[in-house]
T-cell receptor, first 118, second 114 residues
Framework: AQTVTQSQPEMSVQEAETVTLSCTYDTSESDYYLFWYKQPPSRQMILVIRQEAYKQQNATENRFSVNFQKAAKSFSLKISDSQLGDAAMYFCAYRSRGYGGSQGNLIFGKGTKLSVKP | GAVVSQHPSWVICKSGTSVKIECRSLDFQATTMFWYRQFPKQSLMLMATSNEGSKATYEQGVEKDKFLINHASLTLSTLTVTSAHPEDSSFYIC??????????FGPGTRLTVL
């Protein structure tokens, strides 16, 4: 079974600085998706960024980028120019590419709480 | 974008009563809907997966008779917590997925059982 590990329960960053959140995963599959979700205090889950395993290029979305190391099974999130609104819980998630049975379900890490200091 | 709504956003009920939570995909047809439970400061725990017109698939340890899921149409799924007890108090989140696409999450429902 696949697992997702976020080893940093809490992180803190100064406004305008850069922070990197770590995520590792375990799978025997070769093709899958990886995601970073943000959950602010409102608790609405928001997709931050998505990576397809077969793509070698790291995904980027404005100030958010990932460092995807497939061989190392590592998927870290870098937030540049941190803003106060970035403060939230961040969850790393894995999903198989298939859709039958239990495939296609998101498997979440335990989350990292990010604080942004003004 | 794809919007998923949940109703109610917050509910308080007495122990022993049943509570129904609705999840709707507002601007797309969801082939699959998911129900999650989240305890304070914890991650999301998948409870069940439902496909329109078929029975839900429950995760191990989730009581089917206690958490009734009905996926009546491509835009509506309901979760009924039957004979609720204080230990059922939690934050329940649904998500909906279009065929072979992203999952979109609802805003969640906070259930408090007195």
């Amino acid at each position: 079974a696949q697992t997702v590990t976020q080893s940093q329960p809490e992180m803190s960053v100064q406004e305008a600085e850069t922070v990197t959140l770590s995520c590792t995963y375990d799978t025997s599959e070769s093709d899958y998706y990886l995601f970073w979700y943000k959950q602010p205090p409102s608790r609405q889950m928001i997709l931050v960024i998505r990576q397809e395993a077969y793509k070698q290029q790291n995904a980027t979305e404005n100030r958010f980028s990932v460092n995807f190391q497939k061989a190392a099974k590592s998927f870290s999130l870098k937030i540049s120019d941190s803003q106060l609104g970035d403060a939230a819980m961040y969850f790393c998630a894995y999903r198989s590419r298939g859709y039958g049975g239990s495939q296609g379900n998101l498997i979440f890490g335990k989350g990292t709480k990010l604080s942004v200091k003004p | 974008g794809a919007v998923v709504s949940q109703h109610p956003s917050w509910v308080i009920c007495k122990s022993g009563t049943s509570v129904k939570i609705e999840c709707r995909s507002l601007d797309f047809q969801a082939t699959t809907m998911f129900w999650y439970r989240q305890f304070p400061k914890q991650s999301l725990m998948l409870m069940a997966t439902s496909n329109e017109g078929s029975k839900a698939t429950y995760e191990q340890g989730v009581e089917k008779d206690k958490f009734l899921i009905n996926h009546a149409s491509l835009t509506l799924s309901t979760l009924t917590v039957t004979s609720a007890h204080p230990e059922d108090s939690s934050f329940y989140i649904c998500s909906a997925r279009k065929a072979k696409a992203e999952q979109f999450f609802g805003p969640g429902t906070r259930l408090t059982v007195l």
